[in-house]
DNA sequence: ATAATAGTGTCTTTTAGACAGTATCTA
DNA sequence: TAGATACTGTCTAAAAGACACTATTAT
């Protein structure tokens, strides 16, 4: 891994040592994003990674981002790179997740990276070129195991997850020890900030109505339901489902064809808004 | 309010012409800390906060915050000010709430700032002196009104809050805009960070046992109660709350006085932990 | 002694959970 | 036509909500 040559043809090891920070005490600010939507068929969420093609964690797979500007905020930041890196960001839940500030979590200097979450509907990447490659991962998540797979390119990333408590005497944190088991590798500390979101999602979908994020403008209440049930990673009762979210959705009187595999035509409903 | 001269004598104009921040374009990081703990007789939730003694928003009320070495995370970072703020840090609950990153928050120069809330037990401050003055103020939040009040110095902070929906062209995000209605006022945006770190008091309650960090090692069941009542701001049932918090709790077969005014003696008792 | 609070018991309403049955659509 | 899916209805279990009552304590 350490032999590896960038473009400039160094290795890490000699990239950092050239890589001259500026002089001033202060961190680099910067964005990413965790832009998920879910699969055609509505099997499993999907999350868009970009491979990196320099120092460090050169070939690593990465969340989008970038720095963020000297007169910009955060979230304009945001919503700036999610333009730049997919185009269209219409009907697009962008909401703040986790601020990551671990004094190493960068080789080349200290940079404090503020973590956005993204839910929308799935759509083309820009075309990877050699200098950019971007793809959808689909992504599980099962007895502590984190799977980003996709299977066109035949990539696979894969992360056990090890509950872990931290006491410092100050204060206890429960968190997630996480590590690799695979070749393919994220870049910097994009394994938690994948969990803590899709943590974020779980919980907040109980409550809220973010979900419709994922769906088309219209759609039918099986499709709302698996939705509901990928990312709780539990089945529901088709009845009790509906009964609950018809009070959110209106009807289009139209019969439209399920996404789902195997689906047959339904009822087409739009969610009402708040 | 532009007239006030800090120890330098200069006014805040003066004083933003001749502040010079480093040429290079990085934000400065500091951390704040919205440090809630309950009245003595349970009545309310107190914030601590100090009173700035230099431009901007000289003589304004201010939470606990400092810069971020350039070594440390923003967690260690607010340890550390925590401990120097209050002294005793001991069973101090310390979460990440939300990063402020408005360009124009600090008019000396960019700054970034990364939120935490802190629960802790009342204890005395440390004396202020003349540099710095640091109280415990009561909040109350009713009818989109957010007062904080300190009886002993009658001081008075208050804010009207507007509901509003902000649209970019990509993102609906529904926040608040405030604004003070007297002559005291808070520094900064830390209107806004009071109002985040109670809504999620308020959200979290319901699913984490957060609540006993406001409380001493013994308590009584009406005690926790009370807490509830003030976090979430209504009435709830004795015998339902006692019945559901039980499981948590441990019973110290004595009989301790309540903290609440008028309380009489009641069963003691201590959390069990998770 | 009085008034207020601590603690217990019981009832109603609502929600969550579970399953069965019919109608309809895809293949 | 066969097999699956959409939709509705019914039933049970659990949780939330609401009072009433007795015992105890502060003043």
Redesign the interface.
């Known amino acids: 891994m350490g032999e590896i040559r960038n473009k400039d043809g160094l290795t890490e090891e000699e990239f950092l040592k050239q890589y001259k920070p500026?002089k001033?005490?202060?961190?680099?600010?910067t964005v990413d994003m965790l832009i998920l939507c879910m699969s055609r068929y509505l099997d499993n969420l999907k999350v868009l990674l970009i491979q990196r093609k320099n120092h460090p964690y050169i070939n690593c797979w990465a969340l989008a981002g970038g720095f963020?500007g000297?007169?910009?905020?955060?979230?304009d930041a945001a919503?700036r790179e999610?333009?730049e890196e997919t185009g269209l960001?219409?009907n697009?839940?962008?909401e703040?997740l986790?601020?990551m500030?671990?004094?190493d979590r960068d080789p080349r200097m200290?940079v404090?990276d503020?973590a956005y979450i993204t839910l929308m509907r799935e759509q083309p990447v820009l075309a990877g070129d050699d200098a950019k490659k971007s793809l959808w991962f689909d992504i599980s998540l099962h007895d502590d195991i984190l799977e980003l797979k996709n299977e066109e390119e035949n990539i696979n990333i894969k992360y056990c997850l090890h509950k872990k408590i931290f006491k410092?005497?100050?204060?206890d944190t429960t968190g997630y020890t996480q590590e690799s088991i695979t070749d393919e590798k994220l870049a910097f500390d994009h394994n938690e900030i994948i969990l803590e979101g899709l943590l974020r999602l779980k919980n907040k979908i109980l409550y809220s109505d973010i979900a419709f994020n994922l769906l088309p403008e219209e759609f039918t209440l099986p499709d709302v339901k698996r939705v509901y049930e990928v990312i709780l990673g539990k089945e529901l009762y088709k009845s009790n489902f509906n009964a609950n979210i018809k009070s959110k959705l209106i009807s289009t009187d139209c019969k439209i064809t399920s996404m789902i595999k195997g689906g047959k035509k339904a009822a087409g409903y739009k969610y009402k808004g708040q």
Chains 1, 2 share one sequence.
């Not at 000297?70 to 979230?75: A, G, Q, R």
């Not at 410092?168 to 204060?171: E, M």
Request: aromatic share 12%; with cysteine.
């Open positions: 500026s001033y005490e202060r961190p680099s600010v963020v000297i007169h910009e905020s955060t979230y919503c999610l333009q960001v219409t697009t839940y962008l703040q986790y601020t500030s671990n004094p200290r404090i503020v410092n005497g100050v204060v």
